[in-house]
């Protein structure tokens, strides 16, 4: 168990409706990624916020966007999904740039 | 931002053998970590190395940082080995960039 809550594991949505993922990082640290695997594409960074503001930004869509919360808990937000949005998100965090990171279990996603 | 390339894409094990598998990096890295995802898909941080050598139990790393990769070095290799280890790295960008992947798979 790395400490990286995600939810929800599993999820299954129609296209063009918008779903958001949540991560609770490890108690204490203090940065949040956000990264994509689908089977071809491998691993994308979307996103890393640091202490609830945006670090740095991936390549992610327009469509899709993110915050980190006081609480620093993290969601993901996807909307207009599209059949190729299906992949599996991963959350991780870390206490800062230059430490081991650590991933959640992922999210599944699968549009249809 | 970095570029990681991995080799090779795959690697196929009888119960025992060793293995060293390669990461090569495109710029200078503050940050590199090597991770194992399990058949499961969860993924595992194995080391965070951004120069010389650690070791742990059966798996070791180094990485040459002035020569630009890193090796990842499986000995004993064991069933539970299988899956798929990458190479992630960054150079002071704040993002983590992976590589593609090593599978290796593990015959008993």
């Known amino acids: 168990d790395s400490g990286v809550t995600q939810t929800p594991k599993h999820l299954i949505t129609a296209t063009g409706q918008r779903v958001t993922l949540r991560c609770s990082p490890r108690s204490g640290d203090l940065s949040v990624y956000w990264y994509q695997q689908s089977l071809d594409q491998g691993l994308q960074f979307l996103i890393q916020?640091?202490?609830?503001?945006?670090?740095a930004k991936g390549n992610i869509l327009e469509r899709f966007s993110a915050q980190q919360f006081p609480d620093l808990h993290s969601e993901l937000n996807l909307s207009s999904l599209e059949l190729g949005d299906s992949a599996l998100y991963f959350c991780?965090?870390?206490?800062?740039?230059?430490?081991?990171?650590?991933f959640g279990e992922g999210s599944w996603l699968t549009v249809v | 931002g970095i570029q990681v390339e991995q080799s090779p894409p795959d690697l196929i094990l009888q119960e025992g053998a060793n293995s060293t598998l390669r990461c090569n990096f495109s710029?200078?890295?503050?940050?590199l970590q090597w991770f194992h995802q399990n058949p499961w898909g969860q993924l595992i941080n194995l080391f965070y190395i951004p120069s010389g050598t650690k070791q742990n139990g059966r798996l070791s790393a180094t990485t040459v940082a002035t020569e630009r990769y890193s090796l990842l070095y499986i000995s004993s290799s064991q069933t539970t080995d299988s899956g798929v280890y990458f190479c992630?790295?960054?150079?002071?960008?704040?993002?983590?960039?992976f590589g593609a992947g090593t599978t290796v798979t593990v015959r008993a």
């Open positions: 710029d200078s890295v503050n940050n």
């Open positions: 992630a790295a960054s150079s002071n960008d704040y993002k983590l960039s």
């Open positions: 916020y640091y202490n609830g503001e945006e670090r």
């Open positions: 991780a965090s870390t206490t800062g740039e230059g430490n081991t990171i650590y």
